[in-house]
């Protein structure tokens, strides 16, 4: 074995053979392992390792600063010199970086820098795999199957530069999704969770949930398009928040380019967007939610840049109490904008300062729809951020505080920022699984909205 071979040797390695007036270096040591199942038997497992390398050089010239990115997976020692070489060569071939800044310092070295990578095995699914066994047997015996998938990934991330930072984050994410179905395959419920450990997953409770919404789909009534009050369950919210958050950066707001943007000129921060006191927010230190308390960037685009990596990150209220707060600033942009530094982070809250489970607003709900999950969101229109995309695995009509059956599924049509004007309640925050984004983004924390007038805009024939 070479004797550079840890993670933290790697980035100081590749830091000595740097040439460029300067030199930020990410190495991200993963491990995942995973299970999966279909029919209420267990069809695959397996565990995966494996390291990215990204070299970020940088070439102050006369014009500027210019920057060049090279990742590579797998790397070994003998392949950091080419590495290094072809960051430095991107770097000089490319013009001034726009969002060129000087590189981070002064930040303290996290005292685990030089520590081994955390690992992910099987072995975290210890207790959570006796416990899906259980619930096959019961699935079984009750008439419906199961399939579904849970993985989890462990990703340790090591970041140093020529200005001194060395700096180490263990991210842990694990999701679970579990789908039940009739046999004839006619119905179709899903449930979602997000957890660090699987400590906190219950496969039992989440099949009683599921058989419930199966029961609820033996009786089928057919809804025309229209607008419904509408329960939106977490995952739903989540989903929707996640991509109004992606695309509140501040410069294209300024730009007038998003629905950020004050018409005139000018951006939308202080306005009311809410009569609801709901507060959106991230914080890497959020128990269960934990994220990296600073930036890692291995590429710039408009709300990141690679000069900013290290960045120490803190809370941030994007919006508080109804009222827009923030927009998402790196230090380049927040320049351009004269808008506070705030760049984004790796979770994201709705406190909406209600008590209430999702049961107990169906309870309180004379007519309306209580939806499961949304699934194939797109953008329609960036100027209002108006999304369309599918309901998915149940739509459920409630009459007189009572689900008394599954209707057909929907396209929708409506723009997060306007739900958020329009919600007549929130319900309990919650930790929630967003189920379209669950590949980029899973640590959120959301509350049941309702919606007095939710747009259906068609029907859809999906399951």
Known sequence: MSRVSKPYEIVERALELSRADGCVVIADEESSANLRWAGNTLTTNGVTRGRTLTVIATVDGARGTASGVVSRSAVTVDDLEPLVRAAEAAARS?????????????????????????????????????????????????GRELYGFAHHELTSTYLGTSTGLRLRHDQPNGTLELNAKSPDRSRSAWAGRATRDFKDVDPAALDADLAVRLGWAERRIELPAGRYETLLPPTAVADLLIYQQWNAAARDAVE????????GGGTRLGETLSQLPLTLRTDPNEPGLESAPFVIAHSSGDDSSVFDNGLP???????????????V???????????????GAGNLILDGGGERSLEEMVSSTERGLLLTCLWYIREVDPATLLLTGLTRDGV????????????????FNESPVDLLSRASEAGRTEKTLPREWSDWFTRAAMPALRVPDFNMSSVSKGV
């Open 329 to 343: 600033t790196t230090r380049h942009s927040a320049g351009l904008t004269r808008l506070p530094v705030a760049p």
């Open 396 to 411: 459920y009509l409630v009459e007189n505080g009572e689900v008394v059956g599954e209707v057909n599924n929907f396209r």
């Open 94 to 142: 490319a013009g001034p970086a726009e969002d060129a800044q000087p590189l981070v310092e002064g930040v303290p070295a996290s005292p685990d820098f030089t520590d081994a990578p955390a690992e992910t095995s099987s072995a975290v699914f210890g207790d959570f795999a006796p416990a899906l066994g259980e619930a096959f047997a019961r699935a079984r015996a009750g």
């Open 256 to 263: 007038g380019r998003t629905v950020f943007s004050k018409p």
């Open 313 to 327: 990150l803190g809370p941030t209220d994007w919006v508080r109490d109804g009222r827009l707060e923030r927009l």
